[in-house]
Nanobody, 127 residues
Framework: QVQPVESGGGSVQPGGSLTLACQLSAAAYRGKCVAWFRQTDGTEREAVASIYTAGGQARYADSVKGRFFMSGDSVQSSVTLIMNNLKPEDTAVYYC????????????????????WGQGTQVTVSS
């Protein structure tokens, strides 16, 4: 199985927290870039966080910096996105994506890099 599988979406009030998980195959995880994207109706997919699974720190979009935290587990071949202090503008379908090869930092934010996409999980932030 190459396609990532997300879990953990749902509905939460503003200021709340959610944790998303993404399970990948060992081959899809090892030595690749893995990212979380989000998308709302009529917009392009926006990268919010990414890691290079062979090392280095996670990087974040300015819109989520300080609120979202991404980590990887090389034993489980999985990634997690902890989302704190959620805002209504965080409402979107969130996708986990993996690159087919190691990547440069400048490539991480482009959806074109990523070949393997999960089915998406809905996150709704509303009072």
């Amino acid at each position: 199985q190459v396609q990532p599988v997300e879990s953990g979406g749902g509905s939460v009030q503003p200021g709340g927290s959610l944790t998303l998980a993404c399970q990948l195959s060992a081959a899809a995880y090892r030595g690749k870039c893995v990212a979380w994207f989000r998308q709302t109706d009529g917009t392009e997919r926006e990268a919010v966080a990414s890691i290079y699974t062979a090392g280095g720190q996670a990087r974040y979009a300015d819109s989520v910096k300080g609120r979202f935290f991404m980590s990887g587990d090389s034993v489980q071949s999985s990634v997690t996105l902890i989302m704190n202090n959620l805002k209504p503008e965080d409402t979107a379908v969130y996708y986990c994506a993996a690159s087919p090869r190691p990547c440069w930092n400048f490539e991480r934010w482009s959806a074109r890099l990523y070949e393997y996409w999960g089915q998406g999980t809905q996150v709704t932030v509303s009072s």
